[in-house]
């Protein structure tokens, strides 16, 4: 599967920023998730890449810490794209994101990163 996120650029504190990644192939069919877990992922210079969010069967969404409250994942089914909106903006947010899937195989696919840039 090929997998497309968009959506980043530079913000300043406090700003909000909309996340999109397109699948080439659906991720929600028959009535279920075709792949096990949805992710979004970030990478920071110098940093090792890090889950930021989540979704998995049954919709269930997981947030690290630091963006709670302030991240929300979702998933529009018409579309056929993930999303993460991000609210209330730190310079901390500032990296690379990257959605994900792993399939029920163990398989993990990647799409090129977005950047996100906050300033303040």
């Known amino acids: 599967v090929q997998l497309q996120a968009s959506g980043g650029g530079l913000v300043q504190v406090g700003g909000s920023l909309r996340l999109s990644c397109a699948a080439s192939r659906p991720f929600f069919k028959f009535e279920m998730l075709q792949f096990g877990i949805l992710g979004w992922y970030r990478q920071a210079p110098g940093q090792q890449r890090e889950m930021v969010a989540s979704?998995?069967?049954?919709?269930?969404?997981n947030y690290i810490d630091s963006v709670k409250g302030r991240f929300v994942m979702s998933r529009d089914d018409v579309k056929n794209i993930l999303t993460l909106e991000m609210n209330d903006l730190k310079v901390e947010d500032t990296a690379v994101y990257y959605c994900?899937?792993?399939?029920?195989?163990?398989?993990?696919?990647w799409g090129r990163g977005t950047q996100v840039t906050v300033s303040s």
């Open positions: 979704m998995a069967t049954g919709d269930t969404t």
């Open positions: 994900s899937v792993r399939d029920y195989g163990g398989k993990d696919f």
